[in-house]
């Protein structure tokens, strides 16, 4: 059997004439800069603890009677004094419900599709009653006092129409927070 000779030739890599550079790729130039376009703004969102935390913080403030709302059946501003207790962007408002009155509750708005709301209650007892679209009703929850209930959803879920209804003998005080 013959033997062949394989002949070896030295490879040696070819000088690079241009470098690599990402000044074409503008998704990995651009990465961690603002951007000229109001619509790419990032937004956070606040989280459903600073929601809670905010809440509570008002709740407490809203403890002393005279601070409650004079004007009963329909949300309006909370004081500054329960207000300062929520950074940032949030809203906090209040009502006061005579007994076996009742308030429509949060709906969903189509200017924060993203929107979440959560409810304490300050004094008194109230239910959060849950109804279709088609009128049914669907839950009847009640609200626990000290406790904070998260109505809606960061993906903006609040389904249905909601009314707090007061179930108790004395006027019922709540704080909705909402981002």
Known sequence: MPQQVLATTEHTPRPRTASVSLDGIGDVVDAGRTSGYAHLVERRLPTVGQLVTAARGAA???GRPTLWPTRRGHWQPAPRSARRHAGG??????????????????????DR?????VLHLVSGRAHLITSGPD?????AAELAP????VVGGAD?????????VNTG???????????
């Open 60 to 62: 407490a403030a809203l």
């Open 89 to 110: 962007r949030l809203r906090v408002t209040t009502v006061a419900l005579e007994p076996n009155s009742f308030v429509p509750g949060p709906a969903q708005r189509s």
């Open 113 to 117: 599709p993203h929107g979440m709301e």
């Open 135 to 139: 009128g049914q009703m669907r839950s």
């Open 146 to 149: 000290g406790r904070t209930r």
């Open 156 to 164: 903006g879920s609040v389904r249905g129409h909601h009314h707090l």
């Open 169 to 179: 003998d004395e006027v019922a005080v709540l704080v909705r927070v909402s981002a």
